[in-house]
Structures are given as C-alpha cells and as structure tokens.
C-alpha cells in the first residue's frame, strides 16, 4: 500500500474510490461530501434526508459513480458527532473503509480530510492516522493459505490538499503512520503464527533479520550462556521443552552521546501449555500468542531504527515453549534467579513471571533505565479490564504518565492498577524468597508484584497486555487475530525521549 497527498478534490481525482465524511447532525453538507454531493446530483443529500445515513461513527455507504466523476466509487464516511472526532475515531474509520474497498475491488482510493472546523488534530496527525488506519485495517494473516482466489489489496491511497504548505507535513504524518504500522502487523505476523512455526529459534531469527538491516547489535544467548549468567527462573521454565530456548538482546543506539539506555522487555513464551500444571483444553489455543509481549518489542526495534530516533534502546526477550514433560519443571520446585533470589514454583502455569525475573534482573544489571516490560501475564488482567484496556503497573509516577500519555495519542489504552505494600505477603513462601503465585484474587496485582522484586529501584513499569494482544473480532483497526498491542504505544513513548 503506498501513500500520496495530492492536490485536488472529488471532481478532479482519478483514484478508483473518492472519500468524503459526514458529521451525525450536521446542517449542510460541507467540504468533500459537498462537492461530491453536488457532482452526483444530491444523492448524499438524499441519503441523508431519508435517514438511510446518519453520519453516525463507521457508518459506510458505498455508491457507485455511473461516470459522473471519475472515481467508480463515492465513500460516504460516517464520523460521527462533530464535537467528538479526533484522530482515533479517523484511525477506526480508514481501517472500515479499506475494508470495504476491497470488497468493492477498489485498488486505488482517495480521502479528502476538509472535515471543516477550526482547532481540530494538524494535518500531520491525520495523516499518520490515516496511514496507520488503512494499513492495519487491511491486514490479513494469510501465511499459510496455499491458495486465496478472494485476495485483494488496495495499492494507493491519496490524501487529498490544496494547500501545498501542508504537503512536507502531511508526507511526513504518513510516514510515521506507515512505519508504525508495519511494525505493529510485523508483530500480529508472529503472534499468529502457530507454535511450530515461532519457536524461539525463530523468534531470534526474526530479530536478526531485523537487527541487521539497521547495523543493531544483537545477541542471542543460548542455555550455556544462560548458565553462565545464572538464570536459574528462565532454564527452570526451559526444563519441560526440547525446542532450544534463548535470550535475545539487541541494541539501538540512536544517541551515542546519550548515557541514558531505555530499557524494553518482551515475554517471548511460544507456547504455554501450563506445564505440569496443565491449562485446560479451551484455554490452552490461544496460548501461541504468549510471546506477543516480546514480538512487540522486537518489532518497535525496527520501528525505532528507520525513524532513527536519538534514544538509546536495549530490547530483551527471555524465549521459551513451557511443556510438561520427563524433566520439566514440578510444583514445589525450587529456582534461584540471576539476581539471587530463590522462587518456590506452586504453580508451573504462572511461568511468565520466573523467564521475566531473569530478563529484568539482567536489564537493572545492565544500566537499563527505565525498563518497560510488555507480557501476556494474567487471566486476571483480562477479567479485570477487558479486551480494550492493558493493565499498567510502574514503581514512578513520570514514567507511567508517559506512557498513558503515549498510548492514548496512539489509540491504544492502558489502566493504572496498584503495587499495594499490603498485597506484598502473599507472594512470600515458606521455603523460599518467594512463590511464583499470590493466589485468585488481585491476580494480575500479585503478578505485577513479584515482578518489582527484580526491579529494585529502577524506574519500571510492567504492561499486561493478556487481555488485548488477541481481538475475537473485526473492527476498525483490529482484524481478529492478533493486535500488535503495545507497538503504537511504545513507539510514541520512545519518540518522547528522542532529544532531536
Ligand atoms: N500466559 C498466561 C496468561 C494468559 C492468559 C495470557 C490468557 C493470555 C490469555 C500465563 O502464563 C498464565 O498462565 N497465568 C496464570 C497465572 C496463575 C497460574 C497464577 C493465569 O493467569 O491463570
Ligand atoms: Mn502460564
Ligand atoms: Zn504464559
């Protein structure tokens, strides 16, 4: 899909689909859709008048242009309430949009954002929410269909400006969308795939391929080296499998001056059985996609790289299946981390937080500050927040601020939950430092707890992302499947540091 801002409007577009959006209750029709309206004799009026369309928010009509315009198809774009648009309602609705299109066989379509009205989103932001929302919504995971007789891609996307002081703007708003994008379905790309074809082998391969079209320097550290380091909570994990775990460690240096080393973590479980502590059959599918936390932090890596970014950035992703097995881990085992402290495992299907207590043992190590790590960890975060909102736990009230700040500008969002002192007892065992489960209650909490214990005091903050990594179904951005949550909002979170 390439992306274009040209001058022009409906009359004189020559894309296959023309775009014009309408606002729920607006008096008249202005800018595109006027114009579009005139042009195909009132038929948007109409379509308004007798209440077919209401403008309300991705309410799409497609009608055909019997060649009184140039475009064989007219987009009337529902955006809902004037008042209430922004520029994660225009992701939402581009990713409908394209959707349809393609349907409609479209291969080339352009948008006209004169949406009118004064001290709305610039015309950059609309842009990279243009680009970002067509891409994402067209994506279609299709790696192991041998024949797709339905495929169908939209090639070109148009944004239509007159004023050619918005043009560098509005190319550079594109970029970064499509950027971002890329990343984000890059990662979607890994999370859907099935165990047998992303194990941590090819998680490592992935990073590689990434690490070396930028020139990154990039270490991927087998069970001996992981010895070597002492990480007792990752092999213990490890145990159960015979597909070779690893250790990826990349580094972006972006600001070499710079002697701040942003710090991201990914839980990179390929498959999570449960181990000797079996999940049940119908939760056990999805559990290919337990290594979205470390797919997401690889990919920002490429992201980061071509935005060439002036931030320093370390990226870590602990890889491993989790399986039962002759020599896996068993409840009432005992592990000892890298930084020393011993783990009595209750539980062999709480495994994210022992392979993560090694991985930002080795980041507080290393000098990482902060450290952000991103994991599928609890049940328990999805029940407590839903599909929608990822939890967010941090130790700095700065660093969580800016990470609810990036998230939201990138239409991803999380929900600060507690690290209460009160809750920390219940992590405690009776023959070790501690135990790898707090119980039912406040799951997500105690998760995020035993985590801090590998942090000391390091700005940190931990991403649930159980609850959002997978959609159950299509809408806007989201195609079902995997969300490449995390990717938007990390790669927002780290152009705020960048000193250009
Ligand atoms: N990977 C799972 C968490 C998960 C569940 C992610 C559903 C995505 C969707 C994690 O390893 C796990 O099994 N957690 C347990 C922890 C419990 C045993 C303390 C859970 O949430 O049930
Ligand atoms: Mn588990
Ligand atoms: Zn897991």
Known sequence: MKFEVRPGGVNTITTDAVIAGVFEGDEGLVGAAGELNAALGGIIADLISSGETKGKLNEVHVLHTLGKITPRLAVVAGMGKRAEWNTDKLRDLAGEVVRILSKHRARSA???????????????????????????????????????????????IVLLENDNSMFDAMGAGLEMGRITAAAAMMARDMVNEPANHMTPSHMAERAREIASRHGLNIVVMDRAQMEKEKMGALLGVARGTSEPPNFIVMDYRGNPAGKEIIGLVGKGLTFDSGGISLKPQEFMSDMKGDMAGGAVVITVMDAIAQMKLAVNVTALIPATENLPGGRALKPGDVLKASNGKTIEVVNTDAEGRLILADALSYAVKNGLSPIVDLATLTGAC???????????????????????????SGGEKLWQLPLPEEYKDLNKSEVADLKNSGGRYGGAITAALFLQEFVGETPWAHIDIAGTFMADKTRGVLVKGATGFGVRTLIRFIAGFSER
Not at 126 to 145: D, I, N, P, T
Not at 386 to 399: E, P, T, V, W
Request: charged fraction near 25%; glycine fraction near 14%.
């Open 382 to 408: 999805h029940v407590a927040l839903g599909d929608m909102y990822a939890g967010l736990f941090s130790n700095n009230r700065k660093l969580a601020d800016q990470l609810v700040e990036a998230a939201g």
């Open 110 to 156: 352009a948008f006209d954002l004169r949406v009118g009205g004064e001290g709305g989103p610039g015309h950059a932001d609309l842009s990279r929410a243009v680009s970002e929302g067509c891409l994402l919504g067209a994506y279609q995971y299709k790696r192991h269909m041998t024949s797709d007789e339905n495929s169908h891609e939209i090639g070109e």
